[in-house]
């Protein structure tokens, strides 16, 4: 297998992009998330593509954002930086820090604006800025034994193209962003969070078996439902909400608790630090081990 971050693969009329740092647990860097655009774009070119499948290599499909590659490139580049004076150690620049993750919601809506069905297949979890990517997609299969949720609802972020309420209406969305719990594949799916649950060693072959059936639907077909659909999200204001939530984002990971606690990640290591922030909710870091 490529060591490449995000691996292309058209099979008969899918197109499969699979994230590809399973070390890392697929944690998104600047050229996963670039591999991710580029990717759904040379699916929409492709006339043999009718349906695009995204997933995770090893044991998750993402665990969210890069926070070690993140900050060694000094925040998520910006192609927008306007030329300035060097901003001295611990300054934050709104701006830029809007630009520089604006640019990642640009990437992520490509999925959203794709004219070709996107197909979102979720094992292990799918965490934190994960989220800001696979809830673009037009379907999601999980499988029963995965976990999906927005932890930095607890400290140093929001989600940024804010698909959380779109998806899920006011109770739950705030039921699960104000706290940041976990949510299990049975409740993601009581919730209307995702279609469909399967057995783990299942999930591929369905999701796989519903994303050909598509085929035998005219394309343009498929294209005006989809941007049907999304034109009623879209007129709800979704693009104004992505904007306030890119904005936030900036602000939560700028307040003294949030540098406090990424000062503590510095010092104790992320993954005690995430253990003690999620104790007393007993989930993501504090989960208890399976024997």
Known sequence: MSDAPLLYEERDSLAILTLNRPARMNTLTEEMIQGVA??????????????????????????????????????????????????RPGAWDPVRDYQAMRHNVARFMKIWECPKPVLGQIHGWAIGGATDLVLCCDLLY????????????????????????????????????LSGDAIDAATAHRI??????????????????????????????????????????????????????????????HTEEAQ????RVDTEGLRDVVAERDAPHGDYGARPKKP
Request: net charge negative; aromatic share 8%.
């Open 38 to 87: 580029d990717g759904i774009e040379r699916a929409t070119a492709s006339r043999a593509v009718r349906a695009i499948l995204l997933r995770g290599a090893g044991r998750a499909l993402t665990g969210g954002y890069d926070l070690d590659a993140w900050r060694a490139e000094g925040g998520t580049p910006s192609p927008y930086d306007a030329e300035g004076p060097e901003p």
């Open 142 to 177: 999980m499988a029963d034994d995965a976990f999906i949720g927005y932890a930095p609802s607890r400290i140093y972020g929001l989600p940024t193209t804010m698909m959380w309420v779109y998806r899920l209406g006011l109770e739950h969305a705030k039921q699960y962003l």
């Open 192 to 253: 209307g969070l995702v279609s469909h649950v399967c057995p783990a060693g299942e999930l591929e072959a369905a999701i796989e078996a519903h994303a050909r059936r598509l085929a035998h639907i005219p394309a343009n077909q498929l294209a005006l439902n989809k941007l049907l659909i999304n034109q009623a999200f879209e007129n709800m204001g979704l693009r104004t909400t992505q904007l306030i939530g890119t904005v936030f984002d900036g602000i939560a990971r």
């Open 260 to 263: 406090r606690w990424m000062e």
